[in-house]
């Protein structure tokens, strides 16, 4: 199994550009989650879904959405992207809450000029 | 809101040493889940180690333990007979139980340096 799978490992935006960072998972969890790090410092929780259809805010949602349309799919839209989006993106999933492990993609950095 | 503090930005160690690494946090849940991930390099993110609060003893994995202290609200990570493959930033993260839907909190992190 592939686990989770994000594209693309490195990008640069110009400011107010658009894009979308891709998450795919293969084991069927229901719960995925989109963070963000900043440089030398912890992960803050973007968005997160408990299942097709379902989406919600975390702590930072402002200049992001997101979709949920297939359990294995939760992509992160960025619009208008803004120097202070410049940041290090994982994607993570769970089967479901409580002790069960999150597992993490390998990040997308993400650089506005 | 829950906060997770780690006030330790940078710890060391030789190389086959102990090393313990603090965290604290806030909330006022009684049902919640405590977390250590290690992110190297690479900047996988990669679970060490986790509690449940409502257990009394603390979680062991192979060279990690910790020292869960519900009272005090600390969780600290112990890493005994370190290893040069331990170097890394380590995070301690909390998750509500409930309805929170495994959202995780993250301290600031700690990075670790193991020396030969």
């Known amino acids: 199994n592939a686990g989770v799978t994000q594209t693309p490992k490195f990008r640069i935006l110009k400011i107010g550009q658009s894009m979308t960072l891709q998450c795919t998972q293969d084991m069927n969890h229901n719960y995925m989650y989109w963070y963000r790090q900043d440089p030398g410092m912890g992960l803050k929780l973007i968005y997160y879904?408990?299942?097709?259809?379902?989406?919600d805010k975390g702590e930072v949602p402002n200049g992001y959405n997101v979709s949920r349309s297939t359990t294995e799919d939760f992509p992160l839209r960025l619009e208008l992207a803004a120097p202070s989006q410049t940041s290090v993106y994982f994607c993570?999933?769970?089967?479901?809450?409580?002790?069960?492990?999150?597992?993490f993609g390998p990040g997308t950095r993400l650089l506005v000029l | 809101a829950q906060t997770v503090t780690q006030s330790q930005p940078e710890m060391s160690v030789q190389e086959a040493e102990t090393v313990t690494l603090s965290c604290t946090y806030d909330?006022?849940?009684?049902?919640?889940?405590l977390f250590w991930y290690k992110q190297p390099p690479s900047r996988q993110m990669i679970l060490v180690i986790r509690?449940?609060?409502?257990?009394?003893q603390n979680a062991t994995e192979n060279r990690f333990s910790v020292n869960f202290q519900k009272a005090a609200k600390s969780f600290s990570l112990k890493i005994s007979d370190s290893q040069l493959g331990d170097a890394a930033m380590y995070f301690c993260a909390y998750q509500a139980g409930g309805t929170s839907y495994g959202k995780l909190t993250f301290g600031q992190g700690t990075i670790l340096t193991v020396h030969p």
């Open positions: 879904s408990v299942g097709a259809g379902i989406t």
């Open positions: 993570a999933s769970s089967r479901r809450q409580g002790v069960e492990t999150q597992y």
């Open positions: 509690q449940e609060a409502y257990k009394q």
């Open positions: 909330t006022s849940e009684s049902d919640y889940y």
